[in-house]
């Protein structure tokens, strides 16, 4: 069955670094999203991107942040200067309906 | 804005027990609804949706849940519990007209006791 995938699973940074985050989302998906998961804490939208464009961000996803879709297969997100409290569980989601979203395995970003 | 609101934050049962973890949403529209289960160090995994029709979905692992529309309730309901099924149940909404962010609730952990 096909799957989201996310790399690197593990990334530690310093405050004040810039981080990729990178996902391979589902090939014939069309819809990505990126979520987080602040430790013991429930999972909050931060963006959603269709058609080589943002569709929604919270106001999480400030300036700080971007997305990109650079080849057509990997969905980045870049966090530019990093905070302590980046330091969360971030997950690249995609769909094929606007229905139901498939989860990658997370990438656990540490900062310190 | 949409709104989940999960009042169980820790359950705790033992094997072979019945389960029943309430979920209740906040929204105007129509909805589709979710339940993701998030094992041990492991990512989000979908147990159920709901999109339309009957109202009493069945997902894997013998999980099932029931939309009552009235009460803007998704209960998620077990009838007998394995220690296998310690782990971290969400509840997710979406709005019923495109693609969407997912709203989650807060989660609640569920241990079994073998």
């Known amino acids: 069955e096909p799957e989201v995938t996310q790399t690197p699973s593990h990334q530690v940074t310093q405050m004040g670094q810039e981080v990729i985050l990178r996902c391979v989302p589902i090939s014939n998906h069309l819809y990505f999203y990126w979520y987080r998961q602040i430790l013991g804490q429930k999972v909050e939208f931060l963006v959603s991107f269709y058609n080589n464009e943002i569709s929604e961000k919270s106001e999480i996803f400030d300036d700080q942040f971007s997305v990109e879709r650079p080849d057509g297969s990997n969905f980045t997100l870049k966090i530019r200067s990093t905070k302590l409290e980046d330091s969360a569980m971030y997950f690249c989601a995609s769909t094929v309906w606007p229905y139901e979203q498939y989860f990658g395995p997370g990438t656990r970003l540490t900062v310190t | ?114």
Request: charged content about 15%; proline content about 4%.
């Open chain 2, 1 to 114: 804005a949409q709104s989940v609101s999960q009042h169980n934050h820790h359950v705790i049962l033992s094997e072979a027990a019945s389960l029943e973890l309430g979920c209740n949403y906040s929204y105007g529209g129509t909805v589709n609804l979710f339940w993701y289960v998030q094992y041990p160090g492991q990512h989000l995994q979908l147990l159920l949706k709901y999109f339309s029709g009957d109202p009493l979905v069945k997902g894997i692992k013998g999980f099932e849940a029931e939309f009552i529309k009235s009460k803007f309730s998704f209960n998620l309901r077990k009838p007998s519990v394995q220690w296998s099924d310690t782990a971290e149940y969400f509840c997710a909404v979406n709005p019923n007209f495109g693609n969407e962010k997912l709203t989650f609730g807060t989660g609640t952990r569920l241990t079994i006791i073998p």
